[in-house]
């Protein structure tokens, strides 16, 4: 299925100099959101890989994250902008394609030693899924694959990556 062709750009957003990968019409698309949950779940699925959890990046993380650990038959974890989760976070600052951020996640959110997916719409310079990656591990769980539905490859995120399989449906 052409993906592509349902992502549109957006010059200067939401600063000048960068060009927005807008993924709105492939979600309203219902062949398409059909084809990326399936694709990623498929791809997960074949590699047997075993997760215990898909931790999904606020907030278009959690468009990807959620229905993609519903057809694993696994659970959904948020990992979330500062201030949004009610109990206690470990917090993590990163340096995002756009600015600087923080990113938290409950304490108790995974059992120790679980094997987890984690999901976002897009990866960049990495920054992001990096500061995730440090949440997962600071609770004693292992990151075990990464979902994208986009990769611009040339700012080169993965390399900023553990070692596991990295699904990614469009590059740019
Ligand atoms: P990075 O941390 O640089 O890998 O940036 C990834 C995060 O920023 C993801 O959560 C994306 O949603 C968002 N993002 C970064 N660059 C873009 C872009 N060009 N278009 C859309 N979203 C972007």
């Not at 990151?143 to 740019?172: C, M, Q, S, W």
Request: with cysteine; charged share 20%; glycine share 8%.
């Amino acid at each position: 299925m052409d993906l592509k062709s349902l992502i549109r750009d957006i010059p200067d957003f939401p600063k000048p100099g960068i060009l927005f990968r807008d993924i709105t019409k492939l979600l309203s698309d219902p062949d398409g959101l059909n084809y990326t949950i399936n694709f990623l779940a498929e791809k997960f699925t074949a590699a047997e890989l075993n997760a215990d959890y898909v931790v999904g990046i606020e907030s278009r993380g959690f468009i990807v994250g959620a229905p993609l650990a519903y057809k694993l038959g696994i659970g959904f974890v948020p990992v979330r902008k500062t201030g949004k989760l009610p109990s206690s976070v470990y917090s993590v600052d990163y340096q995002l394609h756009y600015g600087v951020d923080r990113l938290e996640i409950h304490q108790d959110a995974l059992e120790p030693g679980s094997r987890v997916l984690i999901a976002d719409d897009l990866i960049a310079t990495g920054g992001t899924v990096s500061a995730t990656v440090n949440l997962v591990q600071q609770l004693g769980c292992k990151p075990i694959g990464f979902a994208f539905i986009i990769e611009l490859r040339d700012l080169e995120g993965r390399k900023h990556l553990p070692n596991v399989p990295i699904l990614t449906i469009i590059e740019y």
